[in-house]
């Protein structure tokens, strides 16, 4: 039987405290606003599939007949539409990084002089193989007689430039046959006859020719909202159940409440989305130390020469709230982390940009990782060393146009031990990871996934290197796919509170940065 004199009884009193309310009340608003993010995601997923609908229902229309004919082409997007005339042949343009079925190849655009007017339209011919990516003889693909197209009415390409791109565009005086980046002022610019409003994406192909290739209708997918409305809800969950597990633990105190409090917020204020531009962190081993509940950390980190693949570009990477809360109760821990912001700086190009991806322009900005994982010691506590079965995925980025990284969800399972011999450890993790790809042939990529580190303490410091990446085993490359490899090492100051400092080399100069630091802070806690 216990008394207020037990110290049990003392540890398993719930004291109430001003700040343990505030920290409730903190709390319980950052999980309404967690729910009603989701509730967003939802309402944005009910009008991403009107907008599919009543696309659908346009391509099912009939068709609105010869464009020649139209005084007007507005509200005639995605309705398939004929249009009459002869090509501009030498006024063709090219647009670089086209993929078809995993080949490398441009799309071929060409002005249509419309019959009986003096304007023109765009029509997307369709795709053509090309080795680099860049460079075809378009006189292969000239047709010098009268022509009926049959296609598909899109918007017009392009995107307006800031007035220092534009006045660059103006003093250029040759024709640009291959464009990087389509600004519609730039390419109005460049005929002597004027555009139609939109542009006709070629349904019929080339007749008996082989190419070029016609494209299909654009992709009514459903987009990432339904996952991001999942994640905010899952986020509110975990703080609850963060919460109630602090409470029943009898942790109560202010500064636990305080800590914790702050710890949920930042895992569940930013914007999630991750894919596969920096590798699996290795797992946080202080929460399986001793009798540690709850291991938290927040920081920033600037990655130098980082390349983005799909963007074909490399520059300096800002990570900016990187985040972590680690929550282990017995023997199973759980991790959430991240980063809120990636911001690049461009400084070179490396090659043409995916068809979807936005060109060059100086600065890429997209929401950073959002990850989450389940850490499960199998190791009986008199082994010398500690085993641990490790699962979780990564979460998929907002969308595939900033070239920062795949709109796709990774998952991965990881082996890890340590051993522990006095101030020496030794960690090493190794396991599968199932990727997806940007390809359509190819739409998974697995590959093996390891981290092997070392640390030494001495007093309040603690002395750490890790050697982490992946690897595919297979010959091929998958652009957004590559093997990465980076040695982390440097140091944590403090025990209970800490500095942590990485100096980042990278060894995969196709998908690593040259180097970089990691900088971050992180707390604490015990049952």
Known sequence: MTTPDNPEHARRTIAITPAGIGGTILLAVVVVVCIRLGFWQLSRLDERRDLNAGIAERLEQAPVGDVSMLADTVGLAYRV?????????????????????????????????????????????????????????????????????????????????????????????????????????????????????????????????RYPVSL???????????????????????????????????????????????????????????????????????????????????????????PAPLAGTRGTLLEIGTYSLTLRSARIAVQVGGTALWRLTENDTT???????????GTRVEPG?????????????????????????????????????RDRTDFFALLSARYRRGALALTAENGVGIHGTVRTDLPQSDVWTYAFGASWTFRRAVLAADFIGRQDGHPRVIRGNEDQREIRAGFDLGRERWVRVRYVR????????????LVSAGLLLAR
């Open 506 to 517: 990278g060894m995969a100069p196709a998908a690593s940065p040259a180097h970089g630091v």
């Open 81 to 209: 539409a004929t249009a009459r005339g002869r090509y501009d042949n030498d006024r063709h343009l090219i647009l670089p990084g086209r993929s078809h079925q995993g080949v490398p190849g441009v799309h071929l655009i060409m002005p249509l002089r419309l019959t009986g007017r003096t304007d023109a339209l765009l029509v997307n011919r369709g795709w053509i193989p090309a080795p680099d990516a860049a460079t075809i003889d378009a006189r292969d693909f000239a047709l010098l007689d009268t022509v009926a197209v049959r296609g598909l009415i899109l918007p017009f390409p392009g995107r307006a430039q800031s007035l220092a791109q534009r006045e660059a565009v103006q003093r250029q005086e040759s024709f640009r046959h291959v464009l990087y980046r389509i600004d519609e002022r730039e390419l109005r610019s460049q005929f002597p006859y004027p555009l139609l409003s939109v542009m006709l994406q070629e349904l019929d192909g080339a007749g008996a020719a």
């Open 351 to 361: 090659a043409p940009p995916m068809e979807w991806v936005e060109p060059a322009d």
């Open 216 to 306: 299909d209708p654009p992709p009514l997918d459903e987009g990432p909202h339904l996952g991001y409305a999942l994640q905010w809800f899952g986020f509110a969950v975990v703080g609850v159940i963060g919460w109630l597990a602090l409470i029943l633990h009898g942790r109560t105190r202010p500064a636990a409440a305080a800590a914790l409090t702050a710890l949920v917020a930042a895992a569940v204020l930013p914007a999630p989305a991750r894919a596969q531009l920096r590798p699996v962190d290795p797992l946080e081993w202080r929460i399986f130390d001793d009798d540690i509940m709850l291991v938290g950390g927040a920081g920033a980190g600037v990655l130098w020469d980082q």
């Open 369 to 405: 990782p959002a990850f989450a994982s389940t850490a499960f010691r199998m190791s009986p506590d008199a082994w010398p060393a500690d085993i641990v079965l490790r699962f979780g995925a990564t979460i998929a980025t907002t969308s595939d146009e900033s070239g920062l990284e």
